[in-house]
């Protein structure tokens, strides 16, 4: 029998931005403000509705999706729900579209107001190939930030959604939302650099057409809460690449 040295940690404490506890089995952001936030960045958004929302309930239709977000955002002084992440203000109109139709959400995203830099999609269920559609056009042809949320998501606990939105959030604004509390972390951190790299392919239930991707992250800060990434296509020569400029390369033939 072979037997392997370990040792059980346990749960860390966790500093969030006025307050610490010891980490429990899941997040629960209720009561604290998040690390470190840009409440001064704003998002001026569009909003692009699926056309196979089911739209007789107001709780799920897209202008009350966009109004608790702005309300999460960045609302009032002293509001529970507000996170002071960001000010967010969407256009007056949800704009209707075939999400699975690249083409309209384009053509959706080119026709908005030039200080567009958000996007908001609210589709009906989960649906692979349009959230591939919209994250390709608003990361790669329109360089501006987005979420994706679901009807179907909408349907729940609507608070504990938007707490998840707001973590989403305020990373998109270069924000932290908590880190291991005490010193020794930071101290460790100032000078070390953490790289992640993985190359992924697509599976089965990939859309056609879907490359094979290698992509690489580093640490940009000593609470290990902000990591800076690069992304390149595969080559179609049988072969892996995952290089780190300067730092390290590795390649692998199959």
Known sequence: MLLVPSAREQFPMLQYGDTSEKAKDRWNLKGKSLLLRHFQRYFQGI???????NT????LSPRSCSNDLRTYAGGPAGNYSNYSVARVQFSDRAIEVDARNQAQME??????DAA???ALLVLATK????YANFKNLCDRFYGIQSICVTQTALEGNRGQLMGNLMLKL???TAGSNH???GAMLQDTMKNTLVLGADVTHPG??????CPSIAAIVGSVDNRGGRFLGSMRLQSQDNKEVCTCSHLSSHEQNH
């Open 107 to 112: 053509k959706a995203l080119r026709n908005a």
């Open 116 to 118: 567009t830099n958000f």
């Open 127 to 130: 649906n692979t190939e349009a």
């Open 204 to 209: 089965k239930g990939s859309i056609a057409g």
């Open 170 to 172: 305020n990373l998109k």
């Open 179 to 181: 880190s291991a509390a």
């Open 47 to 53: 909003v692009l509705a699926d056309n196979k929302l």
């Open 56 to 59: 007789r309930n107001w709780k």
